[in-house]
C-alpha cells in the first residue's frame, strides 16, 4: 500500500524559510514524476513545483522554492525561502503513476495517483 507523509509546515513571518518533506512508502520515487500542490482557503488546489530529472515552478515561486528528491530515501522535497503571506495553505506532495509523464506547469491534478495528508505552511506579514 502507497503512503506519502509530508511534514515540516509551521507558522514563520514573512521573509522566513521552511523545508517541506514527504517521505514515501510502498513505492518508489526513482524515475517517477513528483510534485508539490497547495491549496489556500477558499482557492482551488494548484500545483506550485514539478520534478522528474529538473525542477520546474510556477511563476509565483521560481526563484524562492527548490523541489528536490532523494531516491535513496523515498523522500520529495520542497524548500521555501522568501516566503510570503500568499504562500499560505496547506500543501501536498502527490505521485504520478510509473510510467506517466512528466507534464507542466500548469499542473493537472488527474496526472497523480498519490496523494498525502498536508502539511500546512501559515505566513504573517
Known amino acids: 500500500q502507497v503512503h506519502l507523509v509530508e511534514s515540516g509546515g509551521g507558522s514563520v513571518q514573512a521573509g522566513g524559510s521552511l523545508r517541506l518533506s514527504c517521505v514515501v512508502s510502498?513505492?518508489?520515487?526513482?524515475?517517477?514524476?513528483m510534485a508539490w500542490f497547495r491549496q489556500a482557503p477558499g482557492k482551488e488546489r494548484e500545483g506550485v513545483a514539478i520534478i522528474d530529472g529538473a525542477g520546474r515552478y510556477i511563476e509565483s515561486v521560481k526563484g524562492r522554492f527548490t523541489i528536490s528528491k532523494d531516491n535513496a530515501l523515498n523522500t520529495l522535497y520542497l524548500q521555501m525561502r522568501s516566503l510570503k503571506p500568499e504562500d499560505t495553505a496547506m500543501y501536498y506532495c502527490a505521485s504520478a503513476p510509473v510510467g506517466r509523464g512528466c507534464y507542466g506547469p500548469p499542473l493537472r491534478e488527474n496526472d497523480y495517483a498519490y496523494w498525502g495528508q498536508g502539511t500546512q505552511v501559515t505566513v504573517s506579514s
Open positions: 510502498g513505492y518508489t520515487t526513482s524515475g517517477v514524476c
